[in-house]
């Protein structure tokens, strides 16, 4: 059901200000949507062109609920003139509405939030579990049926002044959902609550469309472990190494049906895994230096035979990173991929099915690489390797052990049961190590 909300505001663009009507309306798939009735009728040809800012804002003084100054965006398709030509009727898109309900409190008063979370991940079927983190708020996460929304995150009882902090927690939580999931989770509402009274709302647009969960990194069961585990290494790195654009680099590659978009996509991850590691990592600690006009890295303990330091090239600064972080299975393999689908936008390959095996091999090694930065593999945690395809139709009374390349049980490669519609699935679960 969408969420409306009435507002009177002045609407602006460009030197020009009218008052107006506005009904804000957040709708099934999330988006924002504000239908505007000016109070006289505008220059259709001075709006429609558009090529001043357009925004809308409460008048002063006027009733509950207020909201602040907020861009929207109106093409021309989004404009109605009724027949008498004196009024117009217009539809805008938001990104982002804060709305005011009451006066806001103090920092030290105690308030209750709910957020409104898109695509999360099923969770066994329960309708409700606890997210515990040691110094944030507990949050209990409650499934929830409205539009693309799946769940509710609440966390009570705080002094108002911790919102941004609990605000950041639900948003890691969802990113660490995204990876987990394969499927893209975000924060699509927010509502403060004072005595159970509603007294602010934050209204975000988010795309909802990456919600298939085709291919799960992290097992169900492991979730909340996954999660509690995390978050600290999770708060360490994000920035350090622009690990939301990894995890939705890796969302995004497991949505589209092509391969070689899929791959480039991964060979993207990559390369802000380069960048970003010389940058922010090996720069700090005098390992390379960074060249500002070419924006190339080079070695400062390297020199050629002019005496200048060396280039770091991009396999090069994978490879540090991976004897830094002691992780394996890096493959010259994927560095030739990387080449060929930039150079040629293809992928050399026998047939289709060892182009997708060269896919998931090089998604999978990602996958280690987000799980080797968050340490998975200090409490023995496992994950499910996307090139490690499940088996369909098999019903599993027990867990059932693979066999390993010298014929016996490999206690490392378990089979689960899960289902997925009607269709039972071995899902292949294995100890993560580097």
Not at 68 to 81: A, F
Not at 301 to 318: G, R, V, Y
Request: charged share 20%.
């Amino acid at each position: 059901m969408a969420i409306e909300n009435k507002l009177f505001c002045q609407l602006s663009f460009g030197s020009v200000t009218f008052r107006a009507d506005v009904v804000l309306r957040q709708c099934d798939d999330c988006s924002l949507i504000a239908t505007v009735d000016p109070s006289q009728h505008i220059d259709l040809i001075d709006l429609s062109s558009l090529n001043t800012d357009c925004f809308i804002e409460s008048i002063p003084g006027s009733s509950f609920p207020r909201i602040k100054r907020t861009p929207l965006t109106i093409s021309d398709k989004d404009i109605k003139i009724s027949p008498s030509q004196k009024s117009s009727e217009l539809k805008g898109k938001l990104g982002l509405a804060k709305l005011e309900f009451q006066a806001l409190p103090q920092d030290s008063d105690i308030v209750s939030v709910k957020m409104y979370l898109t695509n999360l991940i099923d969770y066994k079927g329960n309708t409700q579990f606890c997210i515990n983190i040691p110094d944030q708020g507990k949050v209990v996460l409650s499934a929830h049926t409205e539009g693309t929304i799946s769940h509710i995150a609440e966390v009570s009882e705080i002094p108002y002044s911790d919102l941004e902090n609990i605000k950041n927690l639900v948003d890691s939580i969802c990113w660490l959902c995204s990876f987990a999931s394969g499927r893209l989770s975000a924060v699509a509402r927010m509502e403060v609550l004072r005595n159970e009274e509603l007294i602010y709302q934050e209204l975000t647009s988010v795309d909802t469309r990456l919600n298939q969960g085709l291919n799960k990194v992290i097992y169900v069961d492991y979730l909340t472990q996954f999660i509690e585990h995390s978050y600290n290494y999770y708060q360490q790195i994000v920035t350090v190494y622009n690990l939301n654009n990894l995890i939705n680099l890796g969302v995004l590659a497991k949505h589209t049906p092509y391969t070689e978009v899929k791959t480039l996509l991964m060979c993207n991850f990559l390369e802000v895994l380069r960048y970003n590691y010389a940058l922010n990592v090996g720069c700090p600690n005098e390992v390379f230096c960074h060249d500002q006009i070419s924006d190339e890295f080079f070695w400062v303990h390297k020199l050629n035979n002019k005496n200048k330091p060396c280039k770091a090239h991009f396999e090069e600064i994978l490879k540090h990173f991976f004897e830094a972080n002691n992780l394996s299975n890096w493959s010259s393999d994927f560095k030739k991929i990387r080449n060929e689908i930039v150079h040629t936008g293809n992928i050399t390959a026998s047939d289709d099915r060892e182009k997708i095996k060269k896919y998931q091999d090089l998604h999978h090694f990602c996958d280690r690489v987000i799980l080797a930065l968050l340490q998975w593999d200090s409490v023995s945690g496992h994950y499910i390797p996307i090139n490690c395809p499940p088996q369909k139709n098999l019903p599993l009374k027990e867990p059932v052990f693979l066999l390993d390349e010298t014929g016996y049980p490999n206690p490392n490669v378990i089979l689960r049961e899960e289902i997925v519609g009607q269709v039972i699935v071995g899902v292949n679960r294995v100890k993560f190590t580097r």
